[in-house]
C-alpha cells in the first residue's frame, strides 16, 4: 500500500486560534484513494519547522507527501520557497495544472504558489489551506499520481532503467 503523510502548515491551526479542517480532508481523500496516511502534522508558518517535518515523513517510509496551506501571497506563507530549498527539484507542469483547472473554482487560483517537488524518490504537494480547495486540487491530479509515484521511483515500464 502506497504511504502519504498530510502536513498542514498554519500559524493559526498551530497555535489553536482555529481548527484546521485542510488537514482532515487531504487525510480523508488519500484514505479514498487506498494511500495509508500519516497525520495530519500541524506545524507553523516557519521554514525550520516545516523542513523537518517534511524529513521526518520522508524518513518513515512517506511514498508522497502533501503540504495542506502556505501557498498564498502573504509574508507567512512560506511553503514553496521551503519546499524549492529543501527539494531535489520542482515539477512546474503540477503548479501550471493546478492554477489552470482551479480557475473553475476561483479567480483566485492566479494568485495561487501550490506545485509540486521531489526529495529523495518522494513525490511532495504544496497545496491550499482551504479544505475545499485541498480535495479541488487533490482531484485535479488523481490521473497523474500513480504514474508521477512511480516515475520518480525509476519504475515506469515504458523507461529505460539506469544503472546506479
Known sequence: MKKAAVIVS???AHSGTYEDKSGPAAKAWL???KFEVDGPHVVPDDPAALTE???????????MVVVSGGTGL???????QTLDRLADYGIPGFGELLR???LKYSLNAY???CGGWVKDGVLILGLPGNPKAVVEQLDILKDL???ALKAVHNECSHRRKVDA
Do not use: C, F, M
Not at 502573504?74 to 514553496?80: E, F, H, M, Y
Open 10 to 12: 498554519s500559524d493559526r
Open 31 to 33: 484514505a479514498d484513494a
Open 53 to 63: 517535518t517534511v524529513l521526518d515523513a520522508i524518513r518513515r517510509g512517506a511514498d
Open 74 to 80: 502573504s509574508p507567512r506563507d512560506i511553503t514553496p
Open 100 to 102: 489552470r483547472e482551479s
Open 111 to 113: 494568485l495561487s504558489r
Open 145 to 147: 499520481l500513480d504514474h
